[in-house]
């Protein structure tokens, strides 16, 4: 999920106009998806696919409340999708009627944020976490301690991202405070703690992230295990923290916005991405842990060789909060960058 880099839209027209039998519109985490399937899916449907990229739920949330987003599929997480049945801004297609539901792996079917698994089909699924540079940081990584009451080695070299979502409930997994607390009093532990870590934040940014961190500018940045992995594998000297108290969780679908031009061909997409051999070449090109049926040899990310995919420590899935839940969250993260 390469949440860090700018929103783009790039097109592929991989199709002759003049053969195609339709367009297909995709709205997802920025170079999500592997080339090579959107190349392959074109040529075989004679689709013309396009592909624009976001890099945070909240923007989706916005560009799908807005209406007549023109997009035929989206890539939520799994607290944001809830949100999104909820306000009825996706497509009931019947997901659990195709053979895609079938290729999920049973322990993410049917979950929470889709019980009947109608709307949606995973994607990708992953955690949120410290990552550090180890050239510029050598001192124990074990505990969420370090990173959110640092000591004088870290301190102006840590970034954090520029929304709360995974921010937040990395520092509630830190001070036992649940997730969705409707309680301010523990809503204002976490206000403090980060606020007290602002002193050695040197920036708040979701951009940029991977030169920022390998250039040495900060030591430590706030990351995806994804991410970290294939910077890993093309020789950057990074190590994906894992931390006693837990990582933060998500899980991305793929979902039909509400009025999507283009419903079958989106289907068909859903489909053909979730065989076992094409999921295979998605979680290869994407590093992050898949939900669907793969194929075990060819898969290039084993617990070898990228040990962030495979975290023996709690994992806890980030929620949908209720309204008053959410307004302390908002309170929280606007007072800290105030």
Not at 45 to 59: L, M
Not at 191 to 198: E, G, I, V
Request: hydrophobic share 40%; aromatic share 10%; net charge negative.
């Amino acid at each position: 999920m390469q949440k860090y880099m700018s929103a783009t839209a790039i097109a592929l027209c991989l199709a002759s106009p003049a053969l195609a039998e339709g367009k297909l519109n995709l709205y997802v985490w920025s170079e999500s998806i592997a080339p090579e399937l959107i190349e392959t899916f074109s040529r075989e449907y004679d689709v013309e696919v396009s592909v624009d990229g976001y890099t945070s739920n909240e923007d989706l949330l916005t560009k799908l409340q807005a209406g007549a987003s023109g997009y035929d599929i989206a890539v939520p997480s799994q607290h944001f999708l809830r949100i999104m049945i909820d306000e009825g801004l996706v497509e009931n297609y019947g997901a659990n009627k195709l053979e895609a539901y079938n290729n999920i792996d049973e322990r993410w079917r049917n979950q929470w944020w889709d019980e009947t698994q109608e709307y949606s089909i995973p994607l990708a699924y992953g955690t949120a976490g410290f990552v550090v540079n180890t050239e510029e940081y050598d001192g124990p990584t074990d505990s969420l301690k370090y990173f959110l009451e640092p000591d004088g080695d870290l301190a102006g070299r840590i970034a954090m991202l520029s929304y709360p979502d995974e921010i937040i409930g990395t520092a509630q997994l830190y001070l036992g405070v649940p997730f969705c607390s409707e309680d301010p009093d523990e809503m204002k532990k976490v206000l403090d703690l980060l606020m007290a870590q602002k002193e050695a934040v040197a920036v708040y940014s979701s951009d940029n992230i991977e030169s920022r961190l390998i250039s040495g500018e900060v030591a430590t940045h706030f990351w995806w295990d994804g991410e970290t992995v294939r910077a890993q594998s093309e020789g950057a000297p990074l190590t994906y923290a894992m931390p006693k108290e837990g990582l933060v969780g998500w899980l991305d679908s793929m979902v039909i916005p509400k009025g999507a031009p283009n419903r079958e061909n989106a289907i068909k997409f859903i489909e053909f991405i979730s065989t076992p051999e094409n999921a295979t070449i998605e979680m290869n090109h994407y590093a992050h842990s898949s939900p669907m049926t793969v194929v075990e040899e060819d898969k290039k990310y084993t617990k070898d060789v990228a040990p962030a995919l495979y975290p023996e420590v709690p994992v806890e899935m980030s929620r949908t909060c209720s309204p008053k839940a959410q307004d302390l969250v908002t309170r929280v993260w606007t007072q800290l960058l105030q």
